[in-house]
């Protein structure tokens, strides 16, 4: 699993990535309470907004961490924001990315390095 200092973890699952939120965030985030989720086959850059969350304290949005395309949304979030709380690095993935260069991921912070990040 790979870290960005905008709290968000990826998972390579064979020729695409996971995206989510770290509990970190979450935590930061409270209780979140809804959750738009970007368009499948869209194409999007590095720091595009692609995801709003609001939560009881702020809405926020969800930065692509790398080029590629969206390839898959995780539905269930629409119906269950609170699954961001719940199970932030596990079941409340984001969204799904198929990257032309997996070796992009080299840039971004081990679990290790994201825990030093964290203080």
């Given at each position: ?27 930061q ?75 992009v ?15």
């Amino acid at each position: 699993m790979r870290f960005t200092e905008e709290h968000e973890w990826l998972r390579v699952e064979g020729d695409v990535v996971v995206v989510g939120i770290t509990e970190h965030a979450a935590e930061q985030l409270g209780d979140v309470v809804f959750v738009e989720l970007p368009e499948i086959e869209a194409m999007v850059a590095k720091g595009d907004e692609v995801c709003v969350i609001e939560s009881v304290k702020a809405a926020s949005d969800i930065l692509a961490p790398v080029d590629g395309e969206i390839v898959a949304v995780n539905e269930a979030l629409v119906d269950s924001p609170a699954l961001v709380n719940e199970d932030p690095q596990g079941d409340a993935w984001f969204f799904k990315m198929k990257l032309d260069d997996l070796g992009v991921l080299d840039d971004l912070m081990s679990e290790d390095e994201y825990k030093e990040f964290l203080g």
